[in-house]
């Protein structure tokens, strides 16, 4: 079964998905597992901005950071 859902925070996408469609501008800018899209070069590509991304100390999802 597949399961669309629209998030504007990649923190919570990380935590309730396997694969992630990032769009910037009406534009897919990445797609993939959330371990291939949340990383520091895709995050700061996708915000435009300096990121990291990390495994959550609580699981084994991957969080962005920005800033």
């Known amino acids: 079964?597949?399961?669309v859902v629209v998030l504007h925070d990649?923190?919570?996408a990380a935590q309730c998905a396997n694969d992630?469609?990032?769009m910037r501008?009406?534009?897919v800018?990445?797609?993939?597992?959330v371990a291939e899209v949340i990383t520091?070069?895709?995050l700061a590509e996708f915000y435009d901005t300096?990121?990291?991304g990390r495994d959550h100390r609580l699981s084994d999802r991957a969080v962005?950071?920005?800033g």
């Open 1 to 3: 079964m597949t399961v």
């Open 10 to 12: 990649m923190n919570v």
């Open 20 to 22: 992630i469609v990032a």
């Open 25 to 27: 501008d009406g534009r």
């Open 29 to 33: 800018v990445h797609y993939g597992s």
């Open 40 to 42: 520091e070069e895709g």
């Open 50 to 52: 300096p990121a990291c």
């Open 64 to 66: 962005g950071m920005t």
